[in-house]
Nanobody, 121 residues
Framework: DVKLVESGGGSVHPGGSLRLSCAAS????????IAWFRQAPGKERERVAC???????YYGDFEKGRFIISSDKASNTVYLQMNNLKPEDTAVYYC???????????????WGQGTQVIVSS
């Protein structure tokens, strides 16, 4: 199984930026999808962005160009650059991995422990 470790969360003011990192221990397949999900209190876990082994990227509609997902294959690390953060972006952000970029969290079988992002003035 892939072990995923997130880092980079924290507290920022509205309009600020954060970069989250997801370090994967090993990829057991040449084909994979690494996604960022987030979950706010009382809300469903929603997919923020996903990148697959071919470099294809997928984003949620709510981001409107504010978030960018990228990967460094040499270090097995996936990043989520978040700009112009809003209070509604406050959530625990999770990294997940599976064989492709599924839309639903129920289809991902490997998860990190999560990192908290708080956007507040």
């Amino acid at each position: 199984d892939v072990k995923l470790v997130e880092s980079g969360g924290g507290s920022v003011h509205p309009g600020g930026s954060l970069r989250l990192s997801c370090a994967a221990s090993v990829f057991t397949s040449d084909e994979y999808g690494i996604a960022w999900f987030r979950q706010a209190p009382g809300k469903e876990r929603e997919r923020v962005a996903c990148i697959n082994s071919d470099g294809g990227t997928y984003y949620g509609d709510f981001e409107k160009g504010r978030f960018i997902i990228s990967s460094d294959k040499a270090s097995n690390t996936v990043y989520l650059q978040m700009n112009n953060l809003k209070p509604e972006d406050t959530a625990v952000y999770y990294c997940a991995s599976d064989s492709r970029c599924y839309y639903s969290h129920v289809d991902f079988h490997s998860w990190g422990q999560g990192t908290q992002v708080i956007v507040s003035s």
